[in-house]
């Protein structure tokens, strides 16, 4: 399935009209996963102020949904008891009507990079702007602004829909270790940093370049868990680029307290016993 595009949208105007209770039908078996309201509007008709009160039968029969104004999505048959395709399936389209750069990040990166311990009970995204959280269908997803949203490095995931934007290997280590109340606590990024360096070896030279774009204890904090429960190689390189950063003792988690040994490699306080149970 595509998103609505000019060709598709010249074509709908060559065409007859077609009735509101038709839309979904005509979505689908034109394979459009995503249409504006001005595109509804062609496509009925109408004028665009129309659009809502004609798909207002629709939405309460969730057969197509409306997760940001001006955008509808299509629910295909297999997730009418979703009430709403899959977050990931509609991301893409909502961030480009939003015009937003983002990418899939936190949990939801780590569990499409083979880091499934924890399943993620929200889909989490890096937005390149403030953005609300919404429920979408049985999806919560969250937003969090982040500046270096254009900087770091992203891979594409195929979708039913397309591809998603969602980080890299190196950019998911680097994000949950300097969020980690984004992921449930330090126990919890440790799972992830193990099983995210177990599923494949991150690129060290990559991580060590990109963690200048993060607090120096993101770096730190990283370093302590790889070190301590994964069998990565070249972590040299990363204590080296730390140890050239800001002096100041960081905190293995900003959660605890300021008690605790202090880690002389990482120049880090041990503040709370880790206890990864993967």
């Known amino acids: 399935m595509q998103n609505m595009n000019s060709i598709i949208l010249n074509q709908i105007i060559k065409e007859k009209k077609i009735k509101a209770s038709d839309t979904v039908n005509w979505l689908l078996s034109h394979g459009v996963s995503s249409i504006t309201t001005d595109e509804l509007a062609a496509l009925l008709g109408i004028p665009k102020n129309q659009v809502p009160q004609r798909m207002a039968a629709l939405k309460r029969r969730k057969e197509i949904i409306s997760p940001a104004q001006g955008l509808w999505i299509p629910v295909p048959p297999e997730y009418m008891t979703w009430g709403a395709p899959q977050a990931i399936d509609m991301i893409n389209a909502m961030m480009k009507h939003l015009n937003a750069v983002y990418y899939v990040g936190w949990l939801s990166a780590a569990a499409l990079l083979g ?7 929200v889909f989490q995204v890096a937005t ?7 429920t979408v269908g049985r999806s919560r997803i969250k937003f969090y602004n982040r500046e270096r949203v254009n900087q770091v490095p992203l891979i594409q995931v195929a979708t039913k829909n397309g591809e998603v934007s969602v980080s890299s290997r190196e950019t998911t280590l680097l994000d949950v270790s300097n969020d980690i109340w984004n992921v449930g606590g330090i126990d919890h990024a440790a799972n992830l940093i193990i099983e ?19 607090p120096v204890t993101a770096g730190r904090r990283l370093g302590f868990l790889m070190a301590n429960y994964t069998e990565s190689r070249g972590l040299d390189k990363l204590e080296l680029a730390c140890a050239k950063r800001d002096m100041a003792l960081s905190l293995l988690s900003p959660q605890a307290g300021y008690n605790g040994a202090v880690d002389a490699r990482w120049n880090i306080r041990i503040n709370q016993e880790v206890s990864p149970d993967v």
């Open 128 to 134: 390149s702007r403030a953005i609300k959280a919404r």
């Open 196 to 214: 995210l360096c177990e599923t494949a070896e991150p690129d060290m030279d990559v991580l060590v370049a990109l963690s200048e774009l993060y």
């Open 115 to 121: 880091a499934s311990h924890h399943a993620p009970q």
